[in-house]
């Protein structure tokens, strides 16, 4: 009898077996919006032309899509730990699935740009809940492999979504790779049903209005990086204004929009910024089509699976991450991720440009990105939160690392205008190597023990 309860105890402490059926439903919404991203590289440049737009203001594709989606996260996560991750899940990916309906037939860039804001709004309603209930199915010491599996199905989304991208841009033009992810939506929410119901806490969701003055000072802050003359100084004064209020309305809310208590530290700052860099680098990645579409003269179908060895490298390894920040803590991993990075963007810098040079630089580029995108920097923020916060602090550490996903596409293409593509990619090398000194700063993960049986039980 004392065996058996001691048997019991033991089950207890190592947490609820996993939910693969429920799993499996949460990791296809995750898979459709970073299906979305990987697919819409190869064809980046037809939307370029068929909207008669300059690299630049196509950009900001990905830049509004990552505001929306910033705005959208913290206020879904904390929304999620409250009400339910399941509800909002469900939301979020039929909301992603009308807005790409809407970007599949705009008639003008503006409608576009409309699409990817709704999208972006989509998407960040679904991964913090995807991935907070996600890893509820794992004991606490097996989270890291739980982060990365998550991290493994952005690989898998990394290999086939260049390749079904620039198929469907060379044959059904840039619109079939929005219309790609109905029919995915329709599926996940017919799926959805047999989902269990998720934990409801009854809490205060974070400010509204404080979400909406820090999405419109982000946006602010990105036109004064990306116009000239006097409109830059207009929204520099403008993205100033916008920021001291949304600072003032964190002061005095009940519950603020971002709960930024456990960043206030050094170790929570470096992170901050550390998470910043990391999404600049993710960000470099929609560029490679057209890099190797202007120097090694690919066309939108080979562009697409120039992107291959980069993504095969990330989903082989992004699994392996999680387990070693399991094993040796998530710190030496991001920065070995970091490191990649680094030379990756290096190799892609040095011009005149390969095609062997171009495949060891993908190959590593996606193992900087498997080291770096999932499972050690989600683990690291896990850790500076409480249990029942764990929606929030996702949500969190995604939004830092949207500013940088953000900013990103302005500040390299600003970057490729005064040193082309060397200019881009060096800045990619900069950014990673700064990354590796600021997480010096952040406190490693000590690994969780493992909870084994007594011997001879059974």
């Not at 989270?143 to 690989?155: D, H, K, S, Y």
Request: proline share 5%; glycine share 14%.
């Amino acid at each position: 009898m004392a065996g058996r309860g001691n048997r019991r105890r033991g089950q207890a402490d190592q947490g609820p077996r996993p939910n693969y059926r429920a799993l499996s439903i949460y990791l296809i919404g995750v898979f459709m919006g970073a299906l979305d991203t990987n697919v819409l590289a190869p064809v980046f440049p037809l939307i370029i032309r068929g909207f008669h737009i300059h690299l630049t203001w196509a950009a900001w594709t990905i830049s509004a899509y990552t505001v929306a989606y910033m705005a959208t996260t913290v206020l879904a996560g904390a929304w999620g730990d409250r009400q339910g991750h399941r509800r909002l899940f469900v939301w979020g990916i039929g909301l992603f699935g009308i807005a790409s309906l809407l970007a599949a037939l705009s008639p003008n860039f503006g409608v576009f740009m409309l699409a990817r804001v709704i999208q972006g709004m989509g998407a960040g309603i679904v991964y913090p809940n995807a991935q907070a209930e996600g890893i509820r199915e794992f004991p606490v010491e097996r989270r890291g492999m739980a982060l990365g599996i998550f991290g493994a199905v952005f690989g898998l989304a990394s290999v086939l979504g260049p390749v079904l991208g620039g198929f469907l841009g060379q044959y059904f033009g840039w619109p079939a790779v929005f219309l790609i992810n109905v029919p995915i939506a329709v599926i996940v929410l017919a799926m959805s049903r047999r989902l269990p119901v998720s934990a409801v806490r009854e809490r205060p969701v974070p400010d509204v209005w404080g979400g909406i003055s820090f999405a419109a000072f982000l946006s602010a802050g990105l036109l004064t990086v990306m116009v000239s003359g006097v409109w830059r100084l207009v929204f520099l004064v403008l993205a100033l204004v916008l920021l001291g209020g949304f600072i003032q309305r964190q002061r005095r809310v009940a519950v603020p929009f971002l709960d930024t208590v456990p960043l206030r530290s050094r170790a929570g700052s470096a992170m901050m910024v550390g998470a910043g860099l990391i999404g600049l680098d993710m960000s470099a990645a929609v560029f490679v089509p057209t890099l190797v579409q202007r120097t090694l003269h690919f066309t939108v179908l080979s562009s697409g699976l120039a992107l291959l060895p980069a993504a095969f490298s990330g989903a082989v390894f992004s699994g392996a991450g999680g387990v070693m920040s399991d094993r040796t803590g998530p710190r030496r991993v991001l920065m070995m991720g970091l490191v990649a990075g680094a030379v990756g963007g290096l190799l892609l810098a040095w011009q005149p440009l390969t095609l062997t040079r171009f495949i060891i630089a993908m190959i590593v580029l996606g193992i900087g990105t498997a080291f770096t995108m999932g499972a050690p920097l989600n683990r690291m923020a896990l850790a500076l939160y409480r249990e029942e916060q764990s929606g929030e602090a996702l949500s969190l550490v995604a939004v830092f690392r949207g500013l940088g996903l953000a900013a990103g596409p302005v500040i390299l293409t600003t970057a490729a205008q005064l040193h082309g593509f060397t200019g881009m990619f060096g800045s990619v090398m900069v950014a990673s190597l700064v990354g590796v000194g600021a997480f010096l700063f952040v406190p490693d993960v000590r690994p969780a023990k493992r909870m084994v049986e007594a011997p001879g039980e059974s």
